[in-house]
């Protein structure tokens, strides 16, 4: 199983970015897959989730800035963040979920937001 999260970069208040998890490995279609993040000396926080039906939800930190999508014919995940804040500040990473199962973790992508 990999997943490869990207998209991340530096971008002021206000700005966007849109982040981009790739699967493979997976029966992609069959995952949920899940945006965390962690800030720099914080735990990890729920960021969306993206069901194998479609159904998404999202953090009420980022709730009507952040959008989550899937391309299941190129088992790709999107987060479109809009109205970047500084407090957006973080590595975010993404996760495939089966059912019940342990998740599977990716690498994480950068996005810093300066004021």
């Known amino acids: 199983v990999q997943l490869q999260a990207s998209g991340g970069g530096l971008v002021q208040a206000g700005g966007s970015l849109r982040l981009s998890c790739a699967a493979s490995?997976?029966?992609?279609?069959?995952?949920?897959i899940h945006w965390y993040r962690q800030a720099p000396g914080k735990q990890r926080e729920f960021v969306a989730t993206?069901?194998?039906?479609?159904?998404?939800n999202i953090a009420d930190s980022v709730k009507g800035r952040f959008t989550i999508s899937r391309d299941n014919a190129k088992k790709m995940v999107y987060l479109q963040m809009n109205s970047l804040k500084p407090e957006d500040t973080a590595v975010y990473y993404c996760?495939?979920?089966?059912?019940?199962?342990?998740?599977?973790w990716g690498q994480g992508t950068l996005v810093t937001v300066s004021s």
């Open positions: 996760a495939a979920q089966q059912g019940n199962y342990a998740p599977n």
């Open positions: 993206i069901r194998n039906s479609g159904r998404a």
């Open positions: 490995g997976i029966i992609f279609s069959h995952n949920a």
